[in-house]
């Protein structure tokens, strides 16, 4: 005999589960499953499963996920004997530190040596030098005011030029130039050759005076578009660049040789004089400095 209510009773039963499907989250059907949850592990239901997009987004906002920031480090650079306050990230490279160095200091950034448990390479980076927080690095470098105080003039010595410009004496013949050249071409002059054009040599061009009288040495570091200046002091590293002209004129009697200028800064003043200088090399030097790149 049939039990009328049953089927009744299975209809309603039906759409309840219909509707707890539809309403419920994982955790709720586990609640009212109860046990019976156990022996069903195998079906999963998809509506409580996180995006993959929103998953990614929350790795990334986590302390150790791709965004996390680069530490700044406080360190102490030490230049001239004061001491200078500077924050570097730790993946800042030593090239681009010198160029923030460059801005603080005022020395061009080629012209600079770190020193930090040994010498600095411009390929390293603030943490690959083991530099930590509190670190004092060493900076060694010079201006381009530094340079040309070494070959700086007396106020006499400034009029003396502005006048002889005026009456357009020659180089050799005013008397700031005499006091050089009257002493003769050093013993160890590189021999010169008049009226012959030749490429700049392997070797530094060397046997030269300054003004004071000092030996003088030019090397072309033409793959750093570099000229050192070297003397018995120091060597600077000049970049092409800041040289803003060149100026030359034989020797009289001696036109195997010149006087040489190179032009530091805006005036006559700022004029890095150099005497028996080999004529058949000031052309090239002229190329090389002013950018033509023209070998012989």
């Known amino acids: 005999m049939e039990c009328i209510g049953s089927e009744s009773d299975n209809v309603e039963k039906t759409v309840a589960e219909t509707k707890i499907s539809e309403t419920c989250t994982k955790d709720q059907r586990s609640d009212i499953n ?43 650079v030490i230049y001239n004997k004061k001491k200078y306050d500077v924050s570097a990230a730790s993946n800042l490279s030593i090239s681009d ?40 690095i060493m900076l060694v ?6 340079i040309l105080a070494v070959s700086s003039v007396s106020k006499q010595d400034v009029a003396e030029m502005e006048k002889a410009s005026t009456v357009k004496e020659p180089l050799c013949q005013q008397k700031i130039h005499r006091k050089v050249l009257d002493k003769g071409a050093p013993e160890d002059a590189m021999p010169g050759i008049k ?3 030749e490429g700049l040599p392997s070797v530094p061009l060397s046997g030269m005076l300054n003004k004071h009288g000092g030996k003088v040495r030019l090397t072309f570091k033409l793959e750093n578009d570099q000229l050192w200046l070297g003397t018995k002091e120091r060597t600077e590293k000049l970049p092409m ?56």
């Open 34 to 76: 109860g046990d019976n949850s156990s022996e069903d592990n195998s079906i999963e239901p998809t509506e409580c499963k996180i995006p993959k997009k929103e998953e990614n987004s929350i790795l990334e906002n986590t302390p150790s996920g791709p965004s996390e920031s680069v530490e700044s480090i406080a360190i102490k």
């Open 97 to 136: 530190l010198k160029k923030q160095l460059q801005g603080l200091l005022d020395v061009p950034d080629s012209m600079q040596k770190l020193m930090y448990k040994g010498l600095l390479q411009d390929s390293q980076t603030i943490s690959s030098a083991g530099i930590t927080k509190g670190a004092k």
């Open 141 to 146: 470098g010079s201006t381009l005011t530094d």
């Open 195 to 197: 009226n012959i054009k």
């Open 241 to 296: 660049g800041s040289i803003k002209g060149v100026i030359s004129e034989p020797i009289e009697g001696r036109e195997e040789y010149h006087i040489m200028g190179l032009q530091l800064g805006s005036t006559e003043a700022s004029r890095y004089w150099i005497y028996w200088v080999p004529a058949q090399y000031v052309d090239a030097i002229k190329d090389a400095i002013l950018g033509k790149w023209q070998f012989f």
